[in-house]
């Protein structure tokens, strides 16, 4: 199986700050990478696909990049609402894994 | 829509068979997932099915265990749990599937909490 490797575990930063997550496959997955949002007591939401398209309604503020191995997802201009966890999986192969999750506090 | 429904408390060993209810796409073009949380834990894929039914992915903890299904005249995806553990304690989402083999997770249920304990 593929692991995913997510850090920082957690992050605390302010309104208006630039904000980056990064996620480390243990094997080359090309751009099948998929980021998504959960924030507490509700299913998670899909924001990025195939490494850095924004799914329809995410705020452009989301941004993703990169490819192969080594991804990030980077939120500029942090807002309230961002406070969430999110979760990196890699969807270049079955079974499905996930990072472990960051959660970021505001 | 994706609206699960069957979790509770169940004693170990025991089975349990979990349902979700599709509304709003068209049920029969697209493969379906069941992705669990244990409580204050990370995402942990469980099985996927095939849109049309023809094939199914197990995760080695559940493989033998669980069994997932679908009924399309009823728009329904199931998951039949057996020789359930404690480990098998989370929220038990269902997923639907999109993109390169079906493995991007686009809508995802509210979840169904199934506790396993004596």
Redo the contacts between chains.
């Keep these: 199986d593929i692991q995913m490797t997510q850090s920082p575990t957690s992050l605390s930063a302010s309104v208006g700050d630039r904000v980056t997550i990064t996620c480390r496959a243990s094997q080359t997955i090309g751009s099948f990478l998929n980021w998504y949002q959960q924030k507490p007591g509700i299913a998670p939401r899909l924001l990025i696909y195939a490494a850095s398209s924004l799914l329809s309604g995410v705020p452009s503020r989301f941004s993703g990049s990169g490819s192969g191995t080594d991804f990030t997802l980077t939120i500029s201009g942090l807002q309230p609402e961002d406070s969430a966890t999110y979760f990196c999986q890699q969807s270049y192969n079955h079974p499905a894994t996930f990072g472990r999750g960051t959660k970021v506090d505001i | 829509q994706l609206v699960e429904s069957g979790g509770g408390v169940v004693q170990p060993g025991r089975s349990l068979k979990l349902s979700c209810a599709a509304s709003g796409f068209t049920f029969s073009d697209y493969g379906i ?1 069941w ?1 669990r949380q244990a409580p204050g834990k ?4 469980m099985a ?1 099915i095939s849109y049309d039914g023809s094939k199914e ?1 197990y ?1 080695d903890s559940v493989k033998g265990r669980f069994t997932i299904s679908r009924d399309t005249s009823r728009n329904t995806l199931f998951l039949q749990m057996t020789s359930l553990r404690t480990e098998d304690t989370a929220v038990y ?1 269902c997923v639907r599937a999109v ?3 079906d ?9 169904t909490l199934v506790i396993v304990s004596s």
């Design positions: 997932h992705v990370g995402l942990e894929w996927h992915n995760a989402y993109g390169f083999r493995l991007t997770l686009d809508y995802w249920g509210q979840g």
